[in-house]
T-cell receptor, first 112, second 113 residues
Framework: DVKVTQSSRYLVKRTGEKVFLECVQD?????MFWYRQDPGLGLRLIYF???????EKGDIPEGYSVSREKKERFSLILESASTNQTSMYLC???????????FGSGTRLTVV | QKEVEQDPGPLSVPEGAIVSLNCTYS??????FMWYRQYSRKGPELLMY????GNKEDGRFTAQVDKSSKYISLFIRDSQPSDSATYLC?????????????FGKGTHLIIQP
């Protein structure tokens, strides 16, 4: 069964910390995405990548950066965590020719 | 005006009923339309994927797209308690989602045993 694995289900971090969220896919997909999901706001695209070392800003990139050194791994970095970054973070991947996204189970991040 | 509108619910129906879930959108460039199901504390999973207008059926699920009205629907026949979840519509333009999908906020569906 193909998978997108997010390294942590729950994280609690302090304001100002640098936070790394890791995502690994085993499907050899070219495209990878980071979304955050908030009640009343739905899913919002933070960053995406269509190839190794390539990255593109989504709709809400401020306060975030990403890294894709290998095809299977896409990391989301919160440079200096703030309380308004408390959210559910979802990683997804898709092949180059769209066949829908496969999502990970999500990381629920709380910044205190 | 938001790009994709979806009633958040909750929508509560008895087991065995036919469920109709809907989204409207404003961007005429959308060409790919998807429905995702999301159980509590899980990531969304793809249910149906259609291109342009028309119907697509998969078991108890039927997806319908009416581009002229900018309206998409998901029908669930013979609904089961295991169908209780949040249903998200998603869509993209000619890029096919390679540059991201636009999601509705989701409809929370409850199937009563």
């Amino acid at each position: 069964d193909v998978k997108v694995t997010q390294s942590s289900r729950y994280l609690v971090k302090r304001t100002g910390e640098k936070v790394f969220l890791e995502c690994v896919q085993d499907m050899d997909h070219e495209n990878m995405f980071w979304y955050r999901q908030d009640p009343g706001l739905g899913l919002r695209l933070i960053y995406f990548s269509y190839d190794v070392k390539m990255k593109e800003k989504g709709d809400i990139p401020e306060g975030y950066s990403v890294s894709r050194e290998k095809k299977e791994r896409f990391s989301l970095i919160l440079e200096s965590a703030s309380t308004n970054q408390t959210s559910m973070y979802l990683c997804a991947s898709s092949p180059r020719l769209l066949d829908g996204y496969t999502f990970g189970s999500g990381t629920r991040l709380t910044v205190v | 005006q938001k790009e994709v509108e979806q009633d958040p619910g909750p929508l509560s129906v008895p087991e065995g009923a036919i469920v109709s879930l809907n989204c409207t959108y404003s961007n005429s460039a959308f060409q790919y339309f998807m429905w995702y199901r999301q159980y509590s504390r899980k990531g969304p999973e793809l249910l149906m994927y259609t291109y342009s207008s028309g119907n697509k059926e998969d078991g108890r699920f039927t997806a319908q797209v009416d581009k002229s009205s900018k309206y998409i629907s998901l029908f669930i026949r013979d609904s089961q308690p295991s169908d209780s979840a949040t249903y998200l519509c998603a869509m993209s333009g000619a890029g096919g989602g390679a540059d991201g999908l636009t999601f509705g906020k989701g409809t929370h569906l409850i199937i009563q045993p």
